[in-house]
């Protein structure tokens, strides 16, 4: 009874901001990393960052690091992924993930093994 329920998506400006936040219940949090997958129309799901199961190591694709920020509050269930200076090719659908303790590779989503049914982010030029 595993359940991840992703918010915060939305249209935004080139340059603009946005916060994802993904809530997950029906695991122990603190046991699991953490990752942000987005897949785009007719593209391969890319795995964009991950934070591991203490916090304390972080994980970001070459194509957003620097702009995005991952983040936890294992007392609220929730990771967050801060968007910054967002760019056309980051529209997608955004997706959270849960793996057992530590992130991995993130070219392998398929090691992760709770997902959230995403959420939306366009941005326009």
């Known amino acids: 009874q595993v359940q991840m329920v992703e918010s915060g998506g939305g249209l935004v400006q080139a340059g603009g901001s946005l916060r994802l936040s993904c809530t997950a219940s029906g695991l122990t949090f603190g046991n699991y990393a953490m990752g942000w997958f987005r897949q785009a129309p007719g593209k391969e799901r890319e795995g964009v960052s991950c934070?591991?199961?203490?916090?304390?190591?972080?994980y970001y694709a070459d194509s957003v690091k620097g702009r995005f920020t991952i983040s936890r509050d294992n007392a609220k269930n929730t990771v967050y992924l801060q968007m910054n200076n967002l760019k056309p090719e980051d529209t997608a659908m955004y997706y959270c993930a849960a793996k057992r303790f530590v992130c991995g590779d993130l070219s392998r989503p398929a090691d992760f093994d709770y997902w959230g049914q995403g959420t939306q982010v366009t941005v326009s030029s």
């Open positions: 934070v591991s199961w203490s916090g304390d190591t972080t």
